[in-house]
């Protein structure tokens, strides 16, 4: 089956750190681009972070440049951000998401496949 | 960015009518312009791609239109299965952006 499975959310103090991951199965991930999407719950959706298949193109929300960073590990099928400096405003459910194209080296931005999220809740 | 404003944020239609969905970005997006729907609970799933381009197994009462600023979604005639959220998304500017999302309820 073609999924994606996030774990690693909790509650965090604010200025604390954490990683959230995600596990893909059903598909090459080496072959797709992948991203962190966040939403906090019944409101709208934030794109973060992208990386490349590769990792050879990241990019993020000014929102969190420079304090959040993502990863992948493409020999364990499997996409990582860690968030460092967190603030109250990162509470949120945070998406791994696929791209839909593989025949490209970059970031496409198509949200093809979704994980069903790991909820972030920063607060002391 | 470029910010998408979708119209309106909610509306109530019975099983078999016609629904239409706007979205307008702040500036041109030529055709990047996708379409996600969001059941309560679950993660968004892409419906519409580039504009029109309908995702495998997405039902054809699903269609999209527009280019540049302006861009619409329809369902010719709606189901039970078709209450949810929807959300439009550009990619055509770099952060990709969403708009606010629309909430189709029963009547």
């Known amino acids: ?25 059903g598909f090459t991930f080496e072959d797709y681009a992948m991203y962190w999407v966040r939403q906090v719950p019944g409101k709208g959706l934030e794109w973060v972070a ?15 440049k420079g304090r959040f960073t993502i990863s992948r590990d493409n020999a364990k099928s499997s996409l990582y951000l860690k968030m460092n ?14 791209d839909k194209n593989s025949d490209s080296s970059g970031l496409n931005y198509y949200f093809d496949l979704w994980g069903r999220g790991t ?3 920063v607060s002391s | 960015d470029t910010q998408m404003t979708q119209s309106p ?26 379409w996600y729907q969001q059941k309560p ?13 309908l995702e495998p197994g997405v039902p054809p009462r699903f269609s999209g239109s527009g280019s540049g600023t302006d861009f619409t ?12 959220t929807y959300f439009c998304q550009q990619l055509h500017n770099l952060p990709p952006t969403f708009g606010q999302g629309t909430k189709v309820e029963i009547k």
């Open chain 1, 1 to 25: 089956e073609v999924q994606l499975v996030e774990s690693g959310g909790g509650l965090v103090q604010p200025g604390r750190s954490l990683r959230v991951s995600c596990a893909a199965s």
């Open chain 2, 73 to 84: 979604l329809t369902i010719s005639s709606l189901q039970p299965e078709d209450f949810a």
């Open chain 1, 50 to 64: 992208g990386i490349s298949r590769n990792s050879a193109i990241i990019n993020y929300a000014d929102s969190v």
């Open chain 1, 119 to 121: 909820l972030v809740i």
């Open chain 2, 41 to 53: 609970g679950l993660a968004p799933k892409l419906l519409i791609y580039d504009v029109s381009n």
């Open chain 1, 85 to 98: 400096s967190l603030r109250i405003e990162d509470t949120a459910l945070f998406y791994c998401a696929k």
């Open chain 2, 9 to 34: 944020s909610s509306l109530s239609a019975s099983v078999g009518d016609r629904v239409t969905i706007t979205c307008q970005a702040s500036q041109d997006i030529s055709n990047f312009l996708n």
